[in-house]
Each structure stands twice: as structure tokens, then as C-alpha cells.
Antibody
Framework: QVQLVESGGGVVQPGGSLRLSCTASGVTFSRYPMNWVRQAPGKGLEWVANIAYDGSGPNYADSVRGRFTISRDNSKNTLYLQMSSLRVDDTAVYYC??????????WGQGTQVTVSS | DIQMTQSPSSLSASVGDTVTITCRAS??????LAWFQQKPGKPPKSLVY???TLHSGVPPRFSGWGSGTEFTLTITSLQPDDFGTYYC?????????FGQGTKVDVK
């Protein structure tokens, strides 16, 4: 059974930084692309970033490109999202999502990020 | 970017009803289309990929159809556990984009 557990969320001031982590178990983490998807309060889903199984070719949503960096450490079965220059509209639940055939397959429970002064 | 438009944005239905949700892509995406179900306070659940293939464990009352720019998700004989919000997403290109969601609630 695949488990994805996010951590690192919290409250941060505008302009601040935060690093999210997602630890995977029950799956050979190093074989699969991984994503971050977020959901602002009362809003729909927004894809944020994606990274290939070997750490190559990250892709980003326009709304975060240049401010967020996705990375992974396959030796630790862990996915990261380094977030900087945070804005109020980055406030959301951030989900870690594993890709398999056909895109998104397994979702973590999410971690809350609140950007507020 | 590929825009995904779902309709309706919400619908009310009764247990036993058949409901259909439509998703339109702003350009052709072949069958690179997925559907997700989300309940309040929970992460989304993956239902369908490749426009029509159910993930393992998804009940057969769910069915997906379409290719190119027009897609549907149909739920036959709606069950109490099926109420929630449904999202489509294209994964033909980056950025991956979701529809705005369709909320299915009890009539």
C-alpha cells in the first residue's frame, strides 16, 4: 500500500520561505515521476510542479516558476518543494502526488501552507 | 496552456440516478485525460485515466468516454458514497491543467 506523507507546512509571512517534504513508502520511489498539487481554501485543484523519476526535467506552473523548486532524494524516498518569495495567494493545502501510467495515481493527505502577515 | 472546462459546475441528484459530467479541452489531447473525486477535507482520489480506464478498485458504475476535446464521466445508479466534487485533468502537456470541478450533491 502506497503511503505519501507530507510535512513542513505552516504559517509564514509574505516574502518568506518554506520547504515542504514528502516521504514515500510501500513503493519503489525512484521509479516514478512525482508532483505537487495545491488547493487554495474553497477553490479547485492546481498542479504546481513535476519531476522525473531521476530528478531530471522539472516542470512548473507559471504561477510558481522562478519562486518554487522541486527536487527529490531517491536514497531517502523523499520529494521536496522549496518555496520562496511566498505570496498570500500561495496559501493552500499542498499535496504530494505519485505518477504512474496515466498520470496522477496516489495522493498524500496534504500539508497546509498559510502566507499571512 | 490547455484550458479545461467542466460542466455543469454543480448538480443535485438522488441515489439511483445516472449523472454525466462533461469536460472540454481547448485543444486536442487525444485520450490524455484523468478524472478525480474529492470529498470535503480529504485528498482527491484517482478514478479514471486514459479517458476511459478505471483505476483498480473503482466501481464499474463509473465510466469515462471521449477523445480529442470532448470527454464525459458517467456515474450510473448513484450511490451515497459518490457525492462529492469531481475534477478532470489533462496530462497531454505542461502545465497540466484541471477543470474547475463539478460538485455532486444530494437532491
Amino acid at each position: 500500500q502506497v503511503q505519501l506523507v507530507e510535512s513542513g507546512g505552516g504559517v509564514v509571512q509574505p516574502g518568506g520561505s518554506l520547504r515542504l517534504s514528502c516521504t514515500a513508502s510501500g513503493v519503489t520511489f525512484s521509479r516514478y515521476p512525482m508532483n505537487w498539487v495545491r488547493q487554495a481554501p474553497g477553490k479547485g485543484l492546481e498542479w504546481v510542479a513535476n519531476i522525473a523519476y531521476d530528478g531530471s526535467g522539472p516542470n512548473y506552473a507559471d504561477s510558481v516558476r522562478g519562486r518554487f523548486t522541486i527536487s527529490r532524494d531517491n536514497s531517502k524516498n523523499t520529494l521536496y518543494l522549496q518555496m520562496s518569495s511566498l505570496r498570500v495567494d500561495d496559501t493552500a493545502v499542498y499535496y504530494c502526488v505519485r505518477d504512474d501510467v496515466g498520470g496522477h495515481r496516489d495522493w498524500g493527505q496534504g500539508t497546509q501552507v498559510t502566507v499571512s502577515s | 496552456d490547455i484550458q479545461m472546462t467542466q460542466s455543469p459546475s454543480s448538480l443535485s441528484a438522488s441515489v439511483g440516478d445516472t449523472v454525466t459530467i462533461t469536460c472540454r479541452a481547448s485543444q486536442g489531447i487525444r485520450v490524455s485525460l484523468a478524472w478525480f473525486q474529492q470529498k470535503p477535507g480529504k485528498p482527491p482520489k484517482s478514478l479514471v485515466y486514459g479517458a476511459s480506464t478505471l483505476h483498480s478498485g473503482v466501481p464499474p458504475r463509473f465510466s469515462g468516454w471521449g477523445s480529442g476535446t470532448e470527454f464525459t464521466l458517467t456515474i450510473t445508479s448513484l450511490q451515497p458514497d459518490d457525492f462529492g466534487t469531481y475534477y478532470c485533468q489533462q496530462y497531454a502537456g505542461y502545465p497540466r491543467t484541471f477543470g474547475q470541478g463539478t460538485k455532486v450533491d444530494v437532491k
